[in-house]
T-cell receptor
């Protein structure tokens, strides 16, 4: 079946540094993908919607200059958390819309900013 | 966007059948309903999807009434490993817009 690879699965970084999270669809091409973040015991919160070849559409309250999304190809998307701070510590999940409009989720990245 | 409403939490015991209902009053004609399971520190996992009536697979059944304003996920004979958060998602075919998750239902299965 369709697989989405997301890595790293966890990362610890110092405050002020940048972290890149990579998400790949391994056996399908997708034009639309979504990035979510999830705080403990809360639901997935949509950060942005990205269509291949165009700029991402960010949700209200999500800083586009802080959370850089690159969706340059049909199989690869990256989320870069720039100048991370402790409040950015969260679980980040990528989601691809794949064949037959089905959704395929990455395994998530736990970011801890010290 | 069809908003979904689910109970925040449910408790059950091993071996029981669990039914989780989701309300989606504003579902559109081209929307289908999908349920996902999520364990801590993992991405959501597909359980079942349907458009109307009843769908059954090897792990669950999905009941959707004629008006499609709600759906019920049925888990037969749950085990401790079914303890997780369950989300229903309403999504339209060809939808390239937002994909919003509701609050989900935390199912706690007790021995």
């Amino acid at each position: 079946g369709a697989v989405v690879s997301q890595h790293p699965s966890w990362v610890i970084c110092k405050s002020g540094t940048s972290v890149k999270i990579e998400c790949r669809s391994l056996d399908f091409q997708a034009t639309t993908m979504f990035w979510y973040r999830q705080f403990p015991k809360q639901s997935l919160m949509l950060m942005a919607t990205s269509n291949e070849g165009s700029k991402a559409t960010y949700e209200q309250g999500v800083e586009k200059d802080k959370f850089l999304i690159n969706h340059a190809s049909l199989t690869l998307s990256t989320l870069t958390v720039t100048s991370a701070h402790p409040e950015d510590s969260s679980f980040y999940i990528c989601t691809y819309r794949g064949p037959n409009e089905k959704l395929f989720f990455g395994s998530g990245t736990q970011l801890s900013v010290l | 966007l069809a908003k979904t409403t689910q109970p925040i939490s449910m408790d059950s015991y091993e071996g029981q059948e669990v039914n989780i209902t989701c309300s989606h009053n504003n579902i559109a004609t081209n929307d289908y309903i999908t349920w996902y399971q999520q364990f801590p520190s993992q991405g959501p996992r597909f359980i079942i999807q349907g458009y109307k009536t009843k769908v059954t697979n090897e792990v669950a059944s999905l009941f959707i009434p004629a008006d499609r304003k709600s759906s019920t996920l049925s888990l037969p004979r749950v085990s401790l490993s079914d303890t997780a958060v369950y989300y229903c998602l309403v999504d339209g075919s060809g939808n390239t817009g937002k994909l919003i998750f509701g609050q989900g239902t935390t199912l706690q299965v007790k021995p």
